[in-house]
């Protein structure tokens, strides 16, 4: 049984960090890649951020994130990683974990196969 179980959120002011974990198991994702995605009340899931699981690990970022969330993995847990800086009020959601086998539009839900069950991460001003 796969399971992508995110850890981390919590509550920050503006301007603080957080990191947020998914530990992934249950299969081998070598092809696959990993993306966080985020969701505001009232809005859309939104890409945030991907990385290819094997080869180079070649990172993926929104515009609204580049430079202020990183991206990395740890193939020996299992774990992937977002380190969230800089965090501004807008950053304010319910952020997923997912997985999607390599060559999909990795922008798009859709494309994945497997998600966590999400955590809170809130940012007061």
């Known amino acids: 049984q796969v399971q992508l179980v995110e850890s981390g959120g919590g509550l920050v002011q503006a301007g603080g960090s957080l990191r947020l974990s998914c530990a992934a198991s249950?299969?081998?994702?070598?092809?696959?890649?990993m993306g966080w995605f985020r969701q505001a009340l009232a809005k859309e899931r939104e890409f945030v951020a991907a990385?290819?699981?094997?080869?180079?690990?070649?990172?993926y970022y929104a515009d609204s994130v580049k430079g202020r969330f990183t991206i990395s993995r740890d193939n020996a847990k299992s774990t992937v990683y977002l380190q969230m800086n800089s965090l501004k009020a807008e950053d304010t959601a319910v952020y997923y974990c997912?997985?999607?086998?390599?060559?999909?539009?990795?922008?798009?839900?859709?494309?994945?196969?497997?998600w966590g069950q999400g955590t809170q991460v809130t940012v007061s001003s």
């Open positions: 997912a997985a999607a086998p390599w060559g999909l539009r990795l922008w798009q839900p859709n494309s994945y196969d497997y």
């Open positions: 990385i290819r699981w094997s080869g180079g690990g070649n990172t």
């Open positions: 249950g299969r081998t994702f070598s092809n696959y890649v």
